[in-house]
């Protein structure tokens, strides 16, 4: 009988360090992805469209609302050749109200600046309120 039940703890321990082992794998390839996006985004974005629940607004190339990131977390929002705003911006990764799958977030130092789900595909980057928001937005930047 004791010999089964040193068997039963060896089997638990091993469970266990499974599991550590898996959150130390997972938060690693959180970091990578993190970094990966990071510099997915770094560089130069011009707005093209902005939409909300009510209305949809398209801009010209040449518009001059640009937003930059740089890879060491900079973050600038220009008009024209106007700074407007210069500060820091935080990457995280989470499920958003739904839960069904990891979303990457964006918060800048910006004051009153909300969370953002930024996405990249091609020369496109998105930021869209994530869904726990009734009256979301969603912005679209192509690369300059």
């Given amino acids: 009988m004791q010999r089964y039940g040193m068997l039963n703890c060896q089997i638990n321990m091993k469970n266990i360090l499974g599991i550590i082992m898996m959150f130390a794998l997972l ?10 996006i990071k510099n997915e985004i770094a560089g130069t974005w011009e707005l093209r469209s902005s939409a909300t629940y009510s209305a949809v607004n398209n801009f010209p190339p040449g518009n001059g609302y640009i937003i930059e990131f ?5 973050y600038k929002r220009k008009k024209q050749d106007t700074l407007l705003f ?28 909300q969370e ?3 996405a990249v595909i091609k020369d496109t980057l998105t930021l869209n309120t994530s ?11 192509t690369r300059k």
Avoid: H, M, R, W
């Avoid at 740089?70 to 900079?74: C, E, H, I, L, V």
């Avoid at 210069?86 to 600046?113: H, M, R």
């Avoid at 869904?131 to 912005?139: I, P, R, T, Y």
């Fill in 86 to 113: 210069e500060g820091k911006y935080t990457l995280t990764q989470k499920k958003d109200c739904y839960g069904t799958a990891l979303q990457t977030f964006i918060t800048t130092t910006q004051p009153n600046s």
């Fill in 70 to 74: 740089g890879n060491n977390n900079s």
């Fill in 27 to 36: 938060s690693s390839c959180k970091k990578d992805n993190l970094a990966a």
């Fill in 116 to 118: 953002f789900i930024i």
């Fill in 131 to 141: 869904n726990c928001l009734s009256d979301g937005a969603v912005s679209e930047y």
